[in-house]
């Protein structure tokens, strides 16, 4: 295992960064900054996508024939970590990392000129239909039916919990085509085009009073049979070929960079006569998430290795999901701490998820920490449960 950078890698590094100063604005990193949700504003990280497209970097994660940079993991793994920590919001997945990804491995000829360069070019914006109600972590309990006529299926049921549905062009879904076998057979990956009649998207607010997931209704929703990736009856495995990319690790960028933030507020708050920055008991949290996240960032680099070295990253993600996560919720805990009772005013709810401070009581830079603390609680959930990866690390990595 070689955790070093190599020169080759160190001037990579520094592309990235000459990057970052020239075309990372003022404006995209301060809506990114006060950002409560988990997704930064669709205009602003399109704007950024648009950004990284012209550059030829936006595929960072694909493959040189699809349109991407053929980057090695370890440079798909600077470029996050210098992204993250000059506060570039996180490029939305649900097209590059994860739809992407399957179409290119098991789409046919006309799915990839079809829906690639779409979506490298921010034309074509996806989000992720797996979840129903009843099936989360036990995903292969999913109902949604798609029933073949002729040329076309026709699907009806619901998914919930959809991040960004409500501003999405397209949907791939996991729909059930055969209820014979086992509960994981007769699953089948289709892709729907968020136009199509019958579709109707209803927002749940959160408790952060954001509107960031759905539940989409699909009735008598008629999509082609050509919008089918793979073989019918085969989606669970397609399912689970993007769940690894989703709970692929390289957070820890984003982590240092949450913690400046704690560490500008901490340093702004007084308390009795010194900063809060100074309080025994603040700087010894501040030091237990740093030492977290140096031991985060030496398994990331682990799993980076071995990847780059040709292997799977192994149950190795789920560490970093559990742990990540645990890192992520208390870092805006300790925020909620630092402001006392300024964190207690919730500002009003803006469509856009960047905290507005206009009517904020406190100093501004306290808006966005009470929306972020509550958005947090779903780190926890979405992406996989932590109870789902410790049990995964109970199995695969203690072998209990
Ligand atoms: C903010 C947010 C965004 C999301 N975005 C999307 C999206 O875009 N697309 C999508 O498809 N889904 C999305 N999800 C759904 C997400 O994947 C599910 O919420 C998650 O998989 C958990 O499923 P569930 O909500 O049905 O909870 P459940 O599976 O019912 O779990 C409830 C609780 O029981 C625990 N539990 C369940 N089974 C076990 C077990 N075997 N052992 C121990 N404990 C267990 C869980 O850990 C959890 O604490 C999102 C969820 C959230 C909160």
């Not at 789902?388 to 695969?396: D, L």
Request: hydrophobic share 35%.
């Amino acid at each position: 295992m070689d955790l070093a950078l190599d020169s080759e890698t160190r001037a990579f590094q520094q592309e990235v960064r000459a990057f970052l100063d020239e075309q990372l604005t003022p404006d995209i990193r301060e809506a990114t900054e006060k950002t409560t949700t988990v997704w930064v504003d669709k205009d602003v990280v399109m704007e950024w996508h648009r950004r990284l497209y012209r550059k030829g970097w936006v595929g960072y994660f694909w493959p040189k024939e699809y349109g991407g940079t053929g980057w090695s993991p370890t440079q798909q793994y600077i470029f996050l970590q210098e992204c993250a920590q000059a506060s570039a919001p996180r490029l939305i997945p649900m097209g590059l990392r994860y739809v992407g990804p399957v179409i290119f491995t098991f789409g046919t000829q006309e799915q990839k000129d079809t829906f690639l360069p779409k979506i490298l070019s921010g034309e074509h914006y996806w989000c992720q239909g797996y979840s129903e109600p009843g099936a989360g972590s036990d995903l292969a309990s999913l109902k949604m039916r798609a029933v073949r006529d002729g040329d076309e299926y026709v699907l009806n049921g619901s998914k919930i919990w959809t991040t960004n549905a409500h501003m999405a062009d397209w949907i791939f879904c996991l729909v059930r085509t055969d209820n014979s076998g086992k509960k994981q057979e007769g699953i089948t990956f289709v892709l729907v085009d968020m136009k199509t009649p019958g579709i109707k998207v209803d927002p749940i607010i959160t408790l952060g009073l954001d509107h960031e997931v759905n539940q989409v209704f699909f009735d008598d929703v008629r999509i082609p049979v050509s919008n089918r990736v793979g073989d019918e009856g085969q989606g669970w495995s397609y399912g689970k070929f993007l769940l690894e990319f989703e709970r692929a690790g390289g957070a820890s960028g984003e982590y240092k960079a949450a913690i400046r933030k704690l560490k500008a507020i901490a340093g702004s708050q007084i308390n009795g006569q010194q900063s809060l920055l100074r309080d025994p008991h603040f700087e010894t949290e501040i030091a237990k998430l740093e030492i977290g996240v140096m031991g985060l960032e030496m398994t990331e680099r682990r799993v980076m290795s071995r990847v780059a070295a040709g292997q799977r990253p192994g149950p190795e993600g789920s560490v970093l999901s559990a742990t990540g996560v645990e890192i992520n919720q208390r870092i805006s805990e300790l925020a909620v701490e630092a402001m006392d009772y300024y964190a207690a005013p919730l500002p009003p709810p803006d469509p856009t998820g960047i905290a507005n401070d206009d009517n904020y009581p406190g100093p501004g830079y306290g808006a966005p920490v009470m929306g972020r603390y509550l958005n947090k609680r779903a780190a926890s959930i979405y992406g996989g449960a932590k109870e789902i990866q410790r049990e995964i690390i109970s199995k695969a990595v203690l072998h209990l």
